[in-house]
């Protein structure tokens, strides 16, 4: 849980309402579950009809405030009492089955009674009461007999219960916060001897460009968060923002959407938020997910490394960036930090100086560049830092922000140019470009000031496989085309 939400949380607790609308921000921004969650860490609950209470004399009246957010946190509670609901119900059907098992009738038809009481339509219910009272009839004629009727009495409600809470599929695609086609993710492929743009939008699903011109459109009305070219099989692998993992691949000559992957096959999560491949693994992180999903041929099954061993429990593991590290390692951008995944063992967080051991780094993006050095981009105040863990190297430097160059302090992308030690970093308002000085890993960094991207969210960035061209995305439909010579030497950006 960020910073931002603990600090609204905490002020709503102290009956603040100058900060009640930020809740509504809040709702698009995080998982209703994690908001929830957040709430409950304070002490406050949502009424039935939307309003805040807590201990004490906490009472924020939302509806009088925001009929519309009252109605939202309505929701929000009514969704949770549900699933709290089923929870109960589970578990009363759970105790019943094992009490048959036992040879307890009587005080299986008990618990199936209080059952009743909470969800009266419980899925196998009434099968399993059937059972229990056929049960209590034949006890006096088949008292041998009854410890085998319960244990399988016992597996088939074991199954029953088991089956209906593995995950069958993603709820769909979910509201990002961010405008109509914006553009979140760009990928080039080289095909048939020719460059390929792919293009990921909000809520516009992807497009693939030969040049200027459109050749694919699929997935429509969907949100594409990440994007990933798997030059092994050509096939172009595309995060959903809750649909989980779609692939589409070339089969004589024609695209085709493979079957989604989600939870149900091993995956982390639906919202797919990063993905990574390489010549032997390929990794997923999500926004919702519960570890890092890896697969070891080419996607066909997947498992999921949980998150590290010190990760608060109850947190959501929610992954921003993947990026190799030139060992074979993963360095992971994470909500609450950097962390480095080797040889199945992680390590991390990752801290520089200038940070307190209770304060987390919002990462929302991290890459490595040809000398090992780890470019991470942040939000919330520290911009650009830079990690050189080599033997004796530079160690971490930093912050780079605003006040050295940067377009904004909070960094959505980064991409490294060719033939150089410079990399562009995409910031909320605007492209700057930062490049490496001396043994000692100074960096400089300029606003590039180029029509059609100065003041504009960078959202993505991609550099073309022959190093010549750079596409940006930012909240327009179409994304920026620049040449990489506007970076090579002693250029003016103000043009």
């Not at 100058?18 to 929830?36: C, G, H, I, T």
């Not at 199936?112 to 196998?124: E, H, N």
């Not at 209590?136 to 009727?149: D, K, M, T």
């Not at 050509?234 to 939870?263: F, K």
Request: net charge neutral.
């Amino acid at each position: 849980m960020s910073d931002d939400l603990n600090s609204l949380v905490k002020a709503l607790r102290s009956g603040d309402l100058s900060r009640l609308f930020e809740l509504a921000d809040a709702l698009k921004a995080y998982p209703p579950e994690v908001v929830w969650s957040a709430l409950q860490s304070q002490g406050l609950q949502i009424t039935g009809d939307g309003n805040i209470v807590g201990s004490g004399n906490v009472a924020i009246v939302v509806k009088g405030e925001s009929p519309e957010l009252a109605t939202r946190l309505a929701e929000l509670a009514e969704r949770v009492r549900n699933a709290e609901q089923a929870g109960r119900s589970a578990i009363l059907y759970g105790q019943a089955a094992a009490l048959l098992e036992r040879g307890q009738v009587h005080q299986a038809l008990a618990v199936l009674a209080d059952l009743g009481k909470v969800d009266s339509y419980y899925r196998g219910a009434s099968e399993l009461r059937e059972r229990a009272e056929r049960l209590q009839r034949q006890r006096r004629f088949r008292a041998g007999g009854l410890a085998v009727i319960g244990m399988l009495v016992l597996l088939a409600v074991a199954y029953i219960v088991w089956n209906s809470v593995q995950p069958r599929r993603c709820p769909g695609e979910r509201a990002v916060a961010v405008p109509p086609d914006a553009v979140l993710a760009l990928a080039f492929q080289v095909k048939d001897q020719e460059e390929v743009m792919w293009i990921g939008r909000s809520g516009r699903g992807l497009e693939a460009q030969r040049g200027a011109a459109p050749v694919f459109a699929g997935l429509a009305d969907n949100t594409i968060l990440s994007l990933a070219v798997d030059d092994r099989a050509q096939r172009i692998w595309a995060g959903t923002s809750g649909s989980g993992l779609a692939i589409l691949a070339d089969q004589n000559g024609r695209n085709t959407w493979l079957p989604r992957l989600t939870p149900a096959d091993g995956l982390p999560g639906c919202q797919i938020s990063a993905i990574l491949l390489d010549n032997q693994h390929s990794y997923v992180g999500t926004y919702d997910g519960a570890g890092l999903g890896i697969s070891e041929d080419n996607g066909a099954h997947w498992r999921t490394a949980p998150p590290p061993q010190d990760w608060e429990p109850g947190i959501i593991f929610r992954i921003t960036s993947l990026a190799r590290g030139a060992d074979g390692s993963v360095w992971v951008g994470s909500g609450r930090g950097v962390y480095r995944l080797a040889h199945e063992a992680w390590t991390g967080p990752y801290r520089p100086d200038w940070r307190t051991k209770t304060k987390w780094l919002d990462i929302h993006a991290i890459g490595v560049d040809q000398a090992g050095i780890k470019w991470v981009g942040t939000w919330h105040g520290d911009g650009l830092i830079l990690l050189d863990d080599r033997p004796g190297g530079a160690g971490w430097v930093g912050p780079i922000t605003a006040q050295n160059g940067l377009a904004s302090d909070d960094v959505n992308a980064i991409a490294f140019l060719p033939r150089g030690s410079s990399a562009l970093i995409g910031t909320t308002k605007g492209l700057s470009i930062c490049r490496k000085k001396g043994d000692n890993l100074a960096v400089e960094c300029q606003v590039d000031n180029y029509p059609g991207i100065t003041g504009m969210e960078v959202r993505s960035i991609a550099v073309s496989p022959n190093g010549q061209e750079v596409r940006v995305g930012t909240d327009a439909s179409q994304p920026v085309s620049l040449p990489v010579a506007r970076w090579q030497g002693p250029i003016s950006l103000h043009q």
